[in-house]
């Protein structure tokens, strides 16, 4: 699996380990996620997993980062709301604001990104 990557990306998962229309998180470290990915079809986007509110993770558990219908993504910290495609938060303390986008690629099955991640700023 490693062939299909060069040395400055990794592979975060697989996409068919995410189903259809749902969200993963990924890359965890001291036990919290770095990103999440969200999957819809054959595409993906991934975000770093820090709200532009507070720099705060989104879950409330481990992959539940949308509603309860998956048509958007939510921070379970103070409940701001994210276009899926955009990351742009239409709705909560931080309106106007935006996830932190994260360039990927799919390499048949793998989801690849970057080696260097933005910071998460979970204690900032
Ligand atoms: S940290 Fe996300 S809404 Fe406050």
């Known amino acids: 699996m490693t062939d299909i990557v060069d040395a400055s990306e990794q592979i975060l998962c ?3 380990d995410i189903e259809d229309g749902d969200a993963r998180g990924c890359l ?6 770095q990103l999440f990915v969200v999957r819809r079809g054959a595409e ?9 509110h507070n720099w705060r993770p989104l879950e409330y558990r481990r992959h539940q980062f ?7 993504i939510i921070c379970y910290a103070h409940g701001a709301h994210f276009e899926i495609d955009s990351g742009y938060c239409f709705a909560g303390p931080c309106e106007g604001k935006s996830l932190v986008r994260i360039p990927s690629r799919l390499a048949g099955d793998c989801v690849v990104v970057p080696r260097a991640l933005p910071p998460t700023r979970w204690d900032g």
């Open 28 to 33: 965890p470290a001291d036990g919290q996620d």
């Open 66 to 72: 949308l509603a309860p219908d998956h048509s958007h």
């Open 44 to 52: 993906v986007v991934v975000y770093l997993n820090s709200c532009p």
């Open 14 to 16: 697989r996409l068919s």
